[in-house]
């Protein structure tokens, strides 16, 4: 950091900056200088997955967490403000009519290309004068409401702040930034660099070249969801006979020259030309195909970009980056070496990337304490008021190293576990404070989760958590960095297949969490369990109910014990056990 920017930041002590975002997956995130104090998505609170909007409620939580008022947070940094981000904001219903169209919660319209049309031609406007007084006029009113008063809104482009994301949290030295994802204020990538305390811009791809887009339209013509079930296509192109890139009828969507990433066609001709394939042809083969060329790009746009810039470490961050196959591809490029994506790679993690770049703005750091367990928590006392209001549940106190051993008995034996403890987990994934638990080795154990809580297809892979120290005995580990956040996947030992046979995936891969100081319960947990096994390996799957987001509180938590019947949890120090139970 530079002197004159240490002497402000100095000025600045004890400064707060709040981070909101409204879009796709909204929610907050509070900084307190150098230090992610709070971050959690909206979903939590109202149980509706992937919830849009203003995030109130989890600004009022970050609030509360640090023990401030509104009035105490000068500084609000938001983004997004393209044209039809910022018609979402002040048209009243057309957010609510898009997220339950996009969730399929209403029937099909009747005139579905119709929708389709409109919405990629809106969407690729970007943002058009207008946009950002009207956006944020909206934000302020919505912060006065709140009885904010007093503050500075800084306004942050939203590829920056994917970008933010990504620069301020590895903790690599110089760092090649690309962000990736379906679009947001008419661009859909970028490529940076941090170095000597900047981070800048290089090169940017357009909203009409999205890779995003491209993969989410073959997500909604197989029948799925569009910006949520994108990992289900992935786990599915698995079961397609593997076939050479030559004969991949969708190889020449897109092309890459140097840096330079381009599409065929624009968004409404792609949509059309990928739904008369996708008739042709079974839909795992489709996905293969949008998988195969998805791999094909990304690695050779990465790869063309460490050897132009000349910087092996990358941080990644967009939604493109949530797809851990393609990932694993890049992260075995030679000239990589260091490698990091950010957790909460998708627009769910735009708040912290808005309030990051804000205050990198005023104070000049780079470098921000992060983890992964940033929502709320709840003493013991809290928890057992709730776990003793109802009869259904006995429980007993327990030291929660005692729990981490008892937990791992049990799931050794050959149980699954719900295991709630401390801070909920910020991102797509229970990293071992809001986690369903069961033996890595076991199918039987694996089909009954599936068939009484999870009720996953059948495609779809479980995750493994392992101890950091065992994961080069498990996996085809390289010393690149290690991932604490389920952010890659890795082919397994093949001594291993047995031993991790509920969390490996049909092609020998699997996506996992090595765990190490960042989380002294679990990692304990994971010792109790190589105690008695010879490996620190569990499956870890996050503790919902089907269909809703992650639980967030202990009532949460014994309503999904109540509606799949499940008979244990530990939680927070109490050990809970469901008379109803099997
Ligand atoms: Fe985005």
Same mark, same amino acid.
């Given at each position: /950091?530079?002197? *004159?920017?240490?002497?402000? +930041?100095?000025?600045?002590? %004890?400064?707060?900056?709040?981070?909101? #975002? %409204? &879009?796709? %997956?909204?929610? $907050?995130?509070?900084?307190?200088?150098?230090?992610?104090?709070?971050?959690?998505?909206?979903?939590? +609170? !109202?149980?509706?997955?992937?919830e849009m909007g203003f995030p109130s409620h989890a600004v009022a939580a970050a609030l509360a967490f640090a023990g401030v008022k509104p009035t105490d947070i000068k500084h609000v940094a938001f983004s997004t403000t393209e044209l039809t981000k910022t018609l979402e904001r002040v048209v009243p219903g057309m957010r609510e009519r898009y997220y339950l169209l996009r969730r399929r919660k209403v029937p099909r319209p009747r005139f579905e290309d119709f929708w389709h049309d409109l919405k990629y031609t809106l969407t690729g406007v970007g943002i058009v004068p207008g946009c950002n007084a009207v956006s944020s006029a909206w934000i302020a009113r919505n912060l006065r409401h709140m009885g904010f008063a007093d503050f500075k809104l800084h306004r942050v482009e939203h590829?920056?702040?994917?970008?933010? !994301?990504?620069? =301020?949290? *590895?903790?690599?030295?110089?760092?090649?930034?690309?962000?990736?994802?379906?679009?947001g204020d008419g661009l859909s990538g970028s490529i940076s660099t941090l170095e000597n305390g900047a981070l800048e811009r290089h090169m940017v791809i357009r909203a009409r070249d999205s890779l995003g887009i491209f993969f989410e339209q073959v997500t909604n013509i197989v029948g799925m969801r569009e910006l949520e079930d994108e990992g289900k296509v992935m786990a599915m192109a698995d079961y397609s006979y593997p076939f050479d890139y030559e004969s991949n009828k969708l190889k020449d969507f897109f092309k890459l020259e140097g840096t330079v990433l381009s599409a065929a066609y624009g968004a409404r001709k792609q949509y059309r030309l990928l739904k008369s394939l996708a008739w042709q042809m079974p839909r795992e083969q489709f996905a293969y195909m949008a998988q195969q060329l998805t791999e094909n790009m990304l690695v050779k746009l990465v790869s063309n970009a460490t050897d132009r810039f000349g910087i092996g @470490?990358?941080? +990644?961050?967009?939604?493109? =980056?949530?797809?851990?196959?393609?990932?694993?591809?890049?992260?075995?490029?030679?000239?990589?070496k260091r490698w990091y994506v950010f957790p909460h790679m998708g627009d &769910?993690?735009? $708040?912290? &990337?808005?309030?990051?770049?804000?205050s990198h703005r005023l104070t000049g750091e780079t470098d921000f304490a992060f983890n992964a367990y940033l929502g709320d928590e709840y003493t013991e006392e809290q928890t057992e008021n709730v776990v003793k209001a109802d009869r259904q549940f006995t429980y007993e106190r327990e030291d929660r190293n005692d729990q981490a051993k008892h937990a791992a008995e049990m799931v050794e034996q050959g149980s699954y576990v719900f295991w709630f403890q401390g801070r909920m987990e910020y991102g797509p994934r229970a990293l071992g404070d809001r986690s369903i638990l069961a033996p890595a080795s076991s199918e039987q154990v694996k089909d009954k989760?599936? /068939?009484?809580?999870?009720?996953? @297809? #059948? +495609?779809?892979?479980?995750?493994?958590? /392992?101890? @950091?120290? %065992?994961? &080069?005995r498990i996996l085809e580990y390289d010393d690149k960095g290690a991932d604490r956040f389920m952010t890659m996947a890795y082919m397994v030992r093949p001594e291993m297949h047995g031993a991790a046979r509920s969390v490996v995936n049909v092609d020998h891969s699997a996506r996992p969490q090595m765990v190490g100081n960042e989380n002294p319960l679990y990692a304990d947990l994971l010792s109790a369990v190589a105690e008695r096994t010879g490996l620190g390996l569990v499956l870890n799957t996050s503790f919902n109910l089907h269909g809703y987001p992650i639980v967030m509180d202990p009532a949460d938590a014994l309503k999904v014990m109540k509606s799949t019947g499940t008979k244990h949890m530990f939680i927070n120090g109490i050990t809970v056990t469901n008379r109803k139970g099997v």
């Open positions: /950091m530079h002197s *004159s920017a240490i002497l402000l +930041f100095r000025v600045l002590q %004890d400064m707060y900056v709040l981070g909101v #975002w %409204d &879009g796709h %997956d909204a929610g $907050a995130a509070l900084l307190e200088d150098s230090r992610v104090l709070y971050a959690a998505n909206e979903e939590r +609170f !109202t149980k509706r997955k992937l590829h920056t702040a994917h970008a933010a !994301t990504a620069a =301020f949290t *590895s903790g690599h030295g110089k760092r090649l930034v690309i962000t990736l994802d379906g679009l @470490e990358v941080a +990644f961050a967009g939604g493109v =980056f949530a797809n851990v196959k393609a990932n694993m591809k890049v992260r075995r490029l030679e000239n990589i &769910g993690g735009i $708040a912290l &990337g808005s309030a990051l770049y804000a989760l599936n /068939m009484y809580v999870k009720k996953r @297809e #059948w +495609f779809q892979p479980f995750a493994p958590s /392992m101890l @950091e120290a %065992d994961a &080069g």
